[in-house]
């Protein structure tokens, strides 16, 4: 890299007074707030937060693009969102409420500030403060004394994007030229996760953090703490709670056909709850005609299998059978003995240091090998610093489970109990199952108590933690003798959330048989029936059927701190021939957008209870936010009477009428011990999608009867949003029927007209409807309405038209501005950037759009915003030595074309050989005005074309 752009800063402490890094701004107004961890503010009102200068972010007017928090002033649609994509702006975290961190041209950000085409409530800039976890944000109030060691790691995560690899390399650069005392420990350059990981000298860390901080591609900076770790009777506990009775094995449902994916310290894989005879020692190549583990992969590299005892307690739990009589139940055996395992060993007790610091990876292994299920019984070191908090492996374990809809991850919930907000990450993730401890029936001790050390709730951001429990003290499971060669068969018991992890992962092994082998909805195997259920089905399916415990340590009635949504008893929740209570379950996808519901009704006759369950399997949050829930689904139940009871608002363990509906859970539930007779309408509703459309499973029991559902909407649109009168218009929306029939009516009205679409993708109960016309000058609306075969009726929007497309009566040439060429000036084979902004006033892309350097024409290409509405460039590092001139011209292809400037050239860049001066630019310090306390910081642009880092910098 010839040229080089670097960010000095000098700061100049005059007494200084540290200022608390959080901050909680009252909402002034009423209107939403802007919620992030390090403080809640109303944007609009108040401008922002107050934050130490040397964290403050330095934006120039003139920089390609630079980083702000956009908030929408209601629910967000996908209309909102093209809206604000069409100005330049890339959509990239979601933060409540309302609002997206976006990367754009200050340009361009500025011109948000008074859209009127967009109901936007505020713009502000995403301040380097706003980048530091709490623990990093207590280190800067605190000093060194929070830290765990004299040389603390850091995970830094980047934004995704075209710029990732430099800005890794950038930040490698500046940290090992910083003087201080560094080492980069691993860098992952995806365009689509980047990140870093630097260990740094506690010393140091104070003065190097704000430059860390201040990389505008920079999204998320905490500390790094290396994880650590953290079955006889329990069989007939999670499948009835009534002693030897194994209702679900009885089925011969023991976990055949499943895979478990499993990370811990190993296995002792020659035990006879493992071993194979036939097929020997497994190996890193999945094998899946070996008996018990399929794969075994040891990131340690030292071949040690399990010489702690941990990972073959809790493998056994899962899978384990007994070699002498494979395939039947001996004491001691797993849970789900039928599945198989595969197997990732990350370490030993005490540090897990061979855990990978990107989970994608991690769990990608496992779900390649077959896995739909992972159980993992370690987490963050208990009294570490952020503890309780959603951390970056929280969000890593979201990501894969989001883009992995039938993947299903359990965490152990950890073992700082019985005190609240004692959850160890990644436990605190989203979507994961993570597991409380509830003690093992022997006396003098009940199932209905809780292990006093299991961790409780809530997490940081209010959520009901953990999901669920499981036994887990005192559990028999196999045991490691650490030697492979000695086929042992022995057993040990251990206790903690640890062994309960595994109790519930294999749980759901066997509720995912229950599926896959046709069961639902009949009670009987039915091939015809089966299908694959999602992670969100199952976990719904675990949590519908829990118990509330009445014993110690629960933290009160469901839902609690202590005991979650209660102990899992499959026999509660799935059905089989004969069974008194029926079950329904909807597997839904694609789902729900902002605004739109299904309906859903089940009878109920003489059931002894209705229990209603809601579970979405949430996009990832920022790592910033406040709330951490991005996609915002609601549940309501109307009981025959009128009653209306909305989910999770419970007291005493039951729902009640009323309420407010729940802003922080991606479960919800509506539990009724005594319901009346008649028909029940639920109904599952979009309240805020930013990210959707969000897919959700149902699960009810004590109503298994359901009548017709009405038809969905969703993605509404018209394309494009503004041409001439000669544009062809296109009108798309997508119709889903929960009855899996045609429209009979199909209908987008525009200007009070109704007019037939027509099929275009998909299948008829399932597709996308479009039309297409031409329009006459002015500004239109539209919306859409269907009707399925029962006359039920879907209307987009619910109420109101939607506005657009605007038409001009004749072609509006396009317009060029803010041309430019960086860097001006630097030696030869210096990467030079030609930018140009293009703007069509018909929505028309350009057929041609070119910069003319030296008379030589170059075609350019679009990198941010939309076509007719965006930035392009053109790169280029073979220049000559000398002064280049340079212009831009574009045509629609309508007539229509601009040229810029409108005569002549721009002069540049000037090549030159030899040393090139430096140049300094921006010069500024910030605040301009305070006391003898405050902390001024003095700032100013670098920029050096041979590349020269400055051998002098100072202010005076």
């Known amino acids: 890299m010839q040229g080089s752009y670097r960010r000095l800063m000098f700061s100049v402490l005059v007494m200084f007074s540290a200022m608390v890094m959080l901050a909680v701004v009252p909402n002034s107004n009423g209107g939403p707030l802007v919620r992030l961890g390090y403080a809640e503010f109303d944007g609009e009102a108040d401008g922002g937060p107050d934050v130490l200068p040397e964290y403050r972010a330095q934006v120039c007017p003139e920089a390609d693009y630079a980083y702000y928090i956009v908030q929408f002033a209601g629910p967000i649609t996908d209309k909102m969102k093209s809206g604000l994509e069409s100005q330049g702006a890339c959509l990239l975290d979601y933060i409540p409420d309302f609002s997206f ?43 060194e004394r929070v830290l765990q060691s004299n040389m603390p790691r850091l995970m830094i995560r980047f934004f995704p994007g075209q710029h990732t690899a430099e800005s890794v390399s950038d930040l490698e650069q500046l940290a090992s030229s910083s003087g201080a005392m560094v080492e980069v420990v691993e860098s992952h350059r995806s365009a689509v996760q980047p990140w870093l990981v630097l260990s740094i000298s506690a010393q140091d860390l104070g003065q190097l953090l704000p430059d860390l901080a201040a990389q505008r591609d920079v999204a998320w900076i905490d500390l790094y703490q290396v994880p650590r770790v953290l079955n006889d009777v329990a069989r ?17 449902i023991h976990g055949e056909g499943q895979i478990i994916g499993v990370g811990d310290t190993g296995v002792d894989a020659d035990s006879c709850f493992f071993y194979d005879g036939s097929q020997g020692l497994p190996t890193s190549t999945v094998n899946k005609w070996q008996r018990k583990i399929i794969a075994y992969i040891d990131y340690t590299g030292e071949a040690g299998w399990d010489e702690d005892g941990h990972g073959t307690h809790i493998a056994g739990t899962l899978a384990g059978d007994n070699y002498s009589h494979s395939g039947e139940y001996d004491t001691n055996d797993g849970i789900a003995y039928g599945a198989k395992l595969m197997v990732q060993d990350i370490g030993d007790k005490d540090s897990l240091s061979s855990i990978p610091f990107g989970l994608d990876g991690y769990f990608r292994q496992a779900y390649n090998a077959g896995a739909r299920i992972h159980s993992n019984s370690w987490g963050k070191p208990s009294g570490s610093a952020g503890d309780n908090a959603y951390s970056y492996r929280s969000r890593e374990v979201d990501d894969f489970m989001w883009k992995h809809p039938d993947f299903l991850i ?35 001790f009940s199932e209905n108590d809780m292990a006093s050390s299991s961790s409780h709730g809530p997490t ?42 595994p109790v519930a992962a294999a749980s759901a092994a066997l509720a995912r048989q229950y599926f896959t082998e046709g069961f639902y909805p009949t009670g009987n195997r039915n091939s015809a029936d089966a299908f ?22 629960t933290g009160g009635a469901i839902p609690a701190n202590g005991q979650g949504w209660g102990r899992i008893n499959l026999d509660n929740v799935l059905y089989f021939s004969g069974d008194r209570q029926p079950l329904a379950v909807w597997d839904v996808s694609p789902g729900l957008q902002t605004g739109n519901y299904d309906e859903y009704t089940v009878s109920v006759s003489s059931a002894d209870m209705l229990k209603v369950t809601l579970v979405w399997t949430d996009y990832p949050s920022s790592e910033a936010a406040q709330t951490n829930l991005v996609n915002d689904l609601d549940l309501l139940v109307a009981a025959p009477s009128g009653d209306q009871y909305r989910g999770n608002w419970f007291r005493y363990g039951l729902s009640v009428p009323g309420g407010d509906f729940d802003r922080r859970n991606v479960v919800e ?38 009548s017709a559902r009405a038809p969905v909407l969703s993605g509404g649109t018209v394309s494009p949003f503004a041409g001439s009168i000669s544009t062809t218009f296109t009108y798309t ?39 297409s016309t031409l329009l006459g000058s002015g500004t239109h609306s539209y919306y859409f309405y269907f009707e399925n075969a029962a006359a039920l009726s879907a209307r987009a929007p619910e109420s109101g038209t939607f506005s657009g497309p605007r038409i001009g009566g004749a072609n509006i040439a396009p317009v060029l501005s803010e041309g430019s060429v960086w860097p001006s000036a630097a030696a030869p084979g210096t990467t030079f950037v030609y930018t140009v902004y293009y703007n069509d006033g018909n929505a028309d892309a350009p057929s041609e759009i070119n910069v003319v350097i030296d008379d030589i024409p170059v075609p350019m290409e679009l ?35 601009d040229r810029l400037p409108d005569q002549g050239t721009f002069t540049g860049p000037s090549v030159q050989e030899g040393n090139i001066p430096p140049a300094l630019s921006d010069g500024k310090v910030s605040p301009a005005s305070g006391t003898t306390d405050t902390t001024f910081v003095f700032s100013v642009t670098y920029f050096d074309g041979n590349g020269d880092a400055p051998a002098v910098g100072y202010v005076a």
């Open 101 to 143: 961190v976006v990367r754009m041209a200050p340009k361009a950000a500025s011109k948000l500030q008074t859209s009127t085409s967009l109901p936007i409530a505020w713009v502000g800039e995403y301040q380097p403060a706003f980048k530091l976890s709490s623990a990093l944000r207590q280190f800067v109030r605190e000093g």
């Open 236 to 252: 007939w506990v999670v499948q009835s709670d009534v002693e030897n009775n194994c209702s679900v094995w009885s089925h011969d």
């Open 410 to 444: 359990f965490f152990a919930n950890g073992n700082d109990g019985p005190a609240d907000s004692t959850v160890n990450p990644p436990a605190t993730a989203k979507n994961c199952v993570s597991v409380g401890s509830c003690k093992n029936p022997h006396a003098p």
């Open 460 to 501: 940081a951001d209010g959520r009901i933690k953990p999901t669920i429990v499981a036994p887990g003290e005192y559990l028999n499971s196999a045991q490691s003798d650490r030697n492979i060669s000695s086929y042992n068969c022995g057993t040990v018991s251990m206790q903690g959330t640890s062994m309960a992890c």
């Open 532 to 553: 694959e259920p999602s992670a969100s089905l199952l976990k719904a399916v675990l949590i519908n059927g829990a118990v509330d415990m009445t014993g110690s340590d």
């Open 669 to 706: 539930c509506v539990y009724i011990r005594t319901p009346q007779e008649g028909d029940y309408d639920i109904k599952v509703q979009g309240y805020n999608i930013p990210e959707g459309p969000q897919p959700y499973s149902l699960v009810v029991v004590g109503g298994g009867q359901r």
């Open 733 to 771: 929306v997508h119709y889903q029927d929960p009855n899996e029939t045609a429209p009979s009516v199909k209908n987008v009205v525009i200007d009070g007209t109704a007019h037939a679409m027509h099929l275009s993708s998909g299948t008829a109960d399932d597709g996308d409807y479009e039309f």
């Open 863 to 897: 990198y941010d915003g939309a076509p007719y509405l965006g930035y392009y460039r053109f790169e280029t590092h073979g220049l000559s030595i000398g002064t280049h001139t340079y212009y831009f011209y574009c045509n629609d292809g309508s007539g229509g074309d």
